[in-house]
């Protein structure tokens, strides 16, 4: 069975301080796609990042940054040197190849970033 | 630009009242998604279709019916049987997976308030 754990159901930090969000994985395939979006205010889920199965490589992208480490099923997003705009919650995401293109959602965490 | 509109963004609906959201895309993706969420519970999959006329129950189909008559169009509504409708509503669509998983593409969300 596919899941996504998000245990982390809220945090909040000050101002250009570092934060990490954890998101764990389960799934039998061999071939997954994860993915991390943020939901801010408005509603809207914005795609941050697509990492598949076969691609380990740690990825940065400005303040952002994600850590995939297949032996513990982990998907790991840090935001660093954050700032307010970052408040929002951020989903992570799994889709099997095997699976009909369904994307599960972990719960999400809701960040708050403090001035 | 290229997006997908969904309407309205707030909607109120009468106990016992049948209502169609509505939700269209001009990025020519084939598959397109329906998601309820509720607060904590992340997204959940109402129901999605891969190729017009055709689509299949996700994992809370029950007091929902969709069609799928165009590539473009993908309304939902939501039935008096759904016992519990009050929640947000996210529409999503992806590009064919044969050639790749991309990930969806999401609608700013209607909030269904049941009165």
């Known amino acids: 069975a596919q899941k996504v754990t998000q245990a982390q159901t809220e945090i909040s930090v000050v101002e250009k301080e570092d934060v990490t969000l954890d998101c764990v994985y389960e799934?039998?395939?061999?071939?997954?796609?994860l993915f991390w979006y943020k939901q801010p205010p408005s509603g809207e889920l914005v795609f941050l990042i697509r990492r598949n199965s076969f691609d380990e490589q740690n990825e940065i992208s400005g303040r952002y940054s994600w850590n995939f480490q297949k032996s513990t099923s982990s998907f790991n997003f840090t935001i660093t040197a954050s700032q307010v705009v970052d408040s929002a919650v951020y989903f992570c995401?799994?889709?099997?190849?095997?699976?009909?293109?369904?994307?599960?959602f972990g719960k999400g965490t809701r960040l708050h970033i403090l001035p | 630009d290229g997006g997908i509109t969904q309407s309205p963004k707030y909607l109120f609906r009468k106990e016992g009242q049948n209502v169609t959201l509505s939700c269209e895309q001009n990025?020519?993706?084939?598959?397109m998604y329906w998601y309820r969420q509720d607060p904590g519970q992340g997204l959940r999959l109402i129901y999605y279709?891969?190729?017009?006329?055709?689509?299949q129950k996700g994992d809370i189909a029950e007091g929902y019916s969709v069609s799928r008559e165009k590539k473009e169009s993908f309304p939902l509504t939501v039935t008096s049987a759904q016992k519990n409708p009050t929640a947000f509503y996210l529409c999503?669509?992806?590009?064919?997976?044969?050639?790749?998983?991309?990930?969806?593409?999401f609608g700013s969300g209607t909030r269904l308030t049941v009165v």
């Open positions: 279709s891969q190729i017009v006329n055709d689509f």
């Open positions: 799934t039998r395939d061999t071939t997954y796609y």
């Open positions: 999503a669509s992806m590009e064919n997976r044969k050639l790749f998983n991309y990930g969806y593409t």
């Open positions: 995401a799994l889709s099997e190849a095997k699976r009909d293109d369904k994307i599960i």
């Open positions: 990025l020519n993706h084939d598959a």
